[in-house]
């Protein structure tokens, strides 16, 4: 918390005596791979009491753009439903990352009901194929499943559905008002690889840190592959003090 602090992040935590702060247990092994072993705990107890409440859900009004991950589709769907139906009416935008290939099969039925409300979505290239294999979108392309998720059904039309797919190396894809566009990923040295942990949450970080400023959408992608780039090189999501210029 004061990590988030110094760094200018209001945090509203719901805090619970009952249960512990949930654990991630990672393993390394070169080049960078990474393996989780992931125990949720209070994680999986956030209450929609606690978004409702007025301290809380006055920090949601004042904002303008929401940023989600799919992990909140276990328990606490009526949070995200909540927080989309508040953006639609309101016309703000709903990001929300597709988080883990297992979500598309096991929370189908929650995806469902909260992707008409989400005005960005983002995941990795295992990620959209798992979102096509469940969804009966039929296709192995990652450009088609982009194209076929942006055209399902949302609820406000006055935005259209951005969707951008992360390949690790390979480049990354946005489909934006019915076209598709690839960007290249900064080249990187598999010695220079020290943990891929975090490699997408740091893409996503850089790609809304512009987009909630208004940049256009070449230098918010840029900006998320710079982060990415950024974060694999180090242990953890250990951010450097300095900003980098490159």
Known sequence: VSTQSTGGVRSVYLVDAAVSTGVCTVLITPPGNRSLVTWLDAAREYKYSHLMSPDVWTVVEEASFYYISGFFLNRTLDCMLAIGQHA?????????????????????????????YCDILIGNADEALAFSKYFGLNTTDLHLIAQKVAAMPKKNTQRSRIV????????????KDGKIKEYPVIPISADDIVDTNGAGDAFVGGFLAEYVQGADMDKCVQNGAHAAHMIIQVSGCTLPEEKSSS
């Open 88 to 116: 639609v009416e309101k016309d703000k935008c709903l990001v929300i990352n597709i988080s883990a290939p297992y979500l598309c099969q096991y929370f189908k039925e929650e995806m469902q009901q909260v992707l008409p």
């Open 164 to 175: 951008i797919f992360t390949q690790q190396g390979d480049p990354i894809i946005l489909f």
